[in-house]
Each structure stands twice: as structure tokens, then as C-alpha cells.
């Protein structure tokens, strides 16, 4: 089963709008939620991460929010630019030694000029 | 600074014929090295994991092997290709004192089973 869940597929926005992605986990034991950004053809990169200890974090125009009690947490990017348009990806760890990150189904996002 | 080099970028084979891909990590010793792979618009599926040289788990069986013939050498194969093969795969690797908090990915390599 998927165990880190994504919505939405897909989503269009405009530039200068704020793109909110969401995501959501079964495994309570999972403690590190990192965001990776993939454009085409490329290998994914880690764009901004949080444990399970905050409920906030932001990095410039990226910010998560995380809510433990259900198992949630969003990306929001503000002021959204055409080069942001890429799949996000939502990953979850309990540092399992070795076992890594379990990915998410990702968003797609297209910003519109 | 630490570089990750898959090969090759891309690969398209027959069904049934054999597969090497190959990744190479520069400028960090003894790393945590994986292999994930990626359908066409979907998610990453880890396939393999390796803490050290000769060492490596699998973590979901797709008739491939893996193998770590050198600390900074992390090699995915099979013997025999199948359709459901095709996709994208990625090497990445993560500190081993930070565990698998942060992963690195190369650029991927492309293959294409027809």
C-alpha cells in the first residue's frame, strides 16, 4: 500500500500565486519529512525538509507546515515563479538504517506567466 | 565537493537481453549508496541499499541484482531484461553519520525496454 500519500496529481497556478501541496502518511513511526523538487530528466533534489519535532518550517518562498495529530503536512510556495514549475515530491523516514526515504506519488506543478 | 555520475544517460534494449548500470561517487568516503527506480511519471521505489563495500540489501525484488565492487562504485544488472523494466533509475547517496536524512541523486539513467 502507499504509505505516503500526495494530492493533488496536479496543479496550475499563476505567477505570483501561492501553490499549497499536500501530503499525508500512515506509519507513526515516521519522524523526517523532506520535499524533493524533480524537473525532466533530471535526479530529484532535496529542496527544504522538517522532523516531527516542528510544526513549521520555512526557506524563503517554501514553507511546511506539519501536523502530527493527523498525520499531515502541506508545502506552500509563495510568490510562484515559472521556474518552480517541476513534480514535488513528498518523502517520509524513520531512520530504519538504510532503509531511506519512502516517497510519495508527487505533485505536478505548472506556473503560468 | 562530492559528485555523483551515473552511466549511461540512457538505454534502450531488447527484452531478454542482459543490463549494467553503473554509478560512481566522488569525494565522499565510505557513503550510504541506493538504487531507486521511476516509472514514467511516478513515484521513486527504492530497489537497494548498501552501508559498505560487498554489502548490499534488497529492499523489493524486480528480478535485478545489485552489487558494490568498490566503496565509491554502486553497479545495478540482471541477466535477463523485462518490459516492466523500462523507467528511470537513480543512484543516490546519503552520509552514513546522518543516516537517510539527506539523499543525493545523480541525473539518472534512462531505459528504455522494447
Known amino acids: 500500500q502507499q504509505q505516503v500519500r500526495q494530492s493533488p496529481q496536479s496543479l496550475t497556478v499563476w505567477e505570483g500565486e501561492t501553490a499549497i501541496l499536500n501530503c499525508s502518511y500512515e506509519?507513526?513511526?515516521?519522524?523526517?519529512f523532506p520535499w524533493y523538487q524533480q524537473f525532466p530528466g533530471e535526479g530529484p533534489a532535496l529542496l527544504i525538509s522538517?522532523?516531527?519535532?516542528?510544526d513549521k518550517k520555512e526557506d524563503g518562498r517554501f514553507t511546511i507546515f506539519f501536523n502530527k495529530r493527523e498525520k499531515k503536512l502541506s508545502l506552500h510556495i509563495t510568490d510562484s515563479q515559472p521556474g518552480d514549475s517541476a513534480t514535488y515530491f513528498c518523502?517520509?523516514?524513520?531512520?530504519?538504517?538504510?532503509?531511506?526515504?519512502?516517497f510519495g506519488t508527487g505533485t505536478t506543478v505548472s506556473v503560468s506567466p | 565537493a562530492q559528485t555523483i555520475h551515473q552511466w549511461p544517460v540512457a538505454e534502450i534494449k531488447a527484452v531478454g537481453s542482459p543490463l549494467s548500470l553503473g554509478c560512481t561517487i566522488k569525494?565522499?568516503?565510505?557513503?550510504?549508496l541506493y538504487w531507486y527506480w521511476q516509472a514514467t511519471g511516478g513515484t521513486l521505489q527504492q530497489l537497494f541499499y548498501?552501508?559498505?563495500?560487498?554489502?548490499v540489501e534488497s529492499v523489493v525484488q524486480l528480478n535485478l541484482s545489485a552489487s558494490r565492487p568498490k566503496d565509491d562504485q554502486f553497479i545495478l544488472s540482471t541477466e535477463k531484461l523485462l518490459l516492466s523494466h523500462s523507467g528511470f533509475y537513480l543512484c543516490?547517496?546519503?552520509?552514513?553519520?546522518?543516516?537517510?536524512?539527506?539523499?543525493?541523486f545523480g541525473h539518472g539513467t534512462k531505459l528504455s525496454v522494447l
Open positions: 543516490a547517496w546519503s552520509l552514513r553519520d546522518r543516516g537517510p536524512e539527506r539523499l543525493f
Open positions: 506509519d507513526s513511526t515516521f519522524n523526517y
Open positions: 522538517i522532523s516531527s519535532v516542528s
Open positions: 518523502a517520509a523516514s524513520s531512520y530504519q538504517g538504510g532503509r531511506a526515504l519512502i
Open positions: 569525494g565522499k568516503s565510505s557513503p550510504n
Open positions: 548498501s552501508i559498505t563495500v560487498g554489502q
